[in-house]
C-alpha cells in the first residue's frame, strides 16, 4: 500500500473542506440546542440553519423558501419524485434517461412496478439526449420529467435549460438531479423553468449525510417525511452541524466556480491528453464538449478496470471503474451501456474525477501510476485476445 493518497475520485465524494469543518464544530459542541425549540439555545441552532439557508440560496440563485434541508441526494431526489406524481392522480407517466443515478433509476423502477409508466429516453454514443425525442416523449398524462444535469459518471452535461423549456412550454412538472452539478457550474434557478433541483452536501466538500431540495414556489409540494420541521415540508430535527457546513460549503463554491472552470479543469485537460499521448488504445467516453470541467472517463483497451482498480489503489491512486461490482459479479456500467459501448468497453473503462484539492504535482504523480499499471495489465494481456481478468 502507499503511504500517500492521490484522490481522484471527487465525483464519488469530496474531501471535506478545513474551514467547513472549522465552520461546523462549534454546532456540535456548544451550539447544540433543537432548532424547533422556543428559548435561546434552540433560537441560536435555528439561526444557524437560517444562516445556510440564505447561502445555499445564494449559490443557487433562487429564495430561501424555496429550499428544504434532506439526509441526502437521494432523499431529495425520492421526495423530488414523489411529491410531483402525488399532484394529480390522473398523471401516471415519468419521462427519465437510461443514464440516471440509482437514486432515480431505482425508484422509476419501483413506481413502475406499482402501475407507473416510464419513458426511459435513450442516449447517443456521445452520452447527450435528443431533445426532439423527450418532446415527443412527453403526454398529456405525464407527470414528471426528471433526469440529470451532470452525469456522474462521464460527466456529460444535459442541456438543462433548453429541457425546463421544453417542459414549460408542455406545462409538465421537472425534476433535475442536480447533484453532481452544484458548485461545479453556475446555476441560476430562479425563473429557469426547473421545478425541483436535488443537492447532495458531500459532493461540494461539506459532509456525507445532507443534502437539499430546491421546490420552485410555483409548484404545490407534498412532503415524503411528515412532521413539523422545515415548515412540515421534511419532518424531522434538523442535522444543525452538517446544515451549517453545507452552507459554508456552498458559500466558498461561490467563490472557487471560476477556479473549477480554469484551474480544476486545466488539471483535468493536462491528466487526459498526457494519458491519451502516452497510452495509444486510449478513448473518452461521451461529450468532450458538453462536460464538467473535473471529469474524465477514459476506456484503456486491453485491460479490465477492476483489475487496475486494485493495482491503483496499491499506488494509491483513487478513481472509479465504469463498471459496479454487486454481490461478486462484475456489471458493466447502464451509462456506458446505453451510449453503446461494448461490454468488453464498458469493463474498460476508468472514471478519474478532480477537485480544488487536487495539485499539478499530484497530477503528474498519478500520470506516471496509470500508465506504469495499464501498460502492466496490457504485458499481462495475451495479444489480440481482449482484455486480461485480473484475479
Ligand atoms: N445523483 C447523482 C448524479 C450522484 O452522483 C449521487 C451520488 O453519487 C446521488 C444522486 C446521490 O447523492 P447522495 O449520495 O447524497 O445520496
Redesign the pocket.
Known sequence: MSSRTLYLDN???TQVDPAVVAEMLPWLSEHYGNPSSAYGLGKRALEGIEAARARVAALLGCDTAELIFTS????S?NTAIQSAIALDPDRTHIVTTAV??S??MKLCEHLARRGYEVTWLPVGPDGQLDLEKLEKAIRPDTALVSL?W???ETGVLFPVERIAEICRAKKVLFHC?A??AVGKISLRLADSGIHFL?V????LHAP?GV?VLYTSKRVRFTPLLRGSQETARRGGTQNVASIVALGKAAEIAATHLAEEQTRVRALRDRFEATILSRLPGTSVNGDRENRLPNTTSLAFEGIEAEGALLLLDERGVCCSAGSACTSGSVHPSHVLKAMGCTNERARASLRFSFGRFNTEAEIDEAIEIVVAVVEKLRALSPVGSGPVLVS
Not at 441526502?72 to 432523499?75: I, N
Open positions: 465525483n464519488a465524494t441526502c441526494g437521494t432523499e431526489i440516471e443515478h437514486a432515480t440529470l451532470a452525469n456522474n438531479d447533484v453532481q436535488s447532495s452536501g458531500h459532493k456525507k443534502g
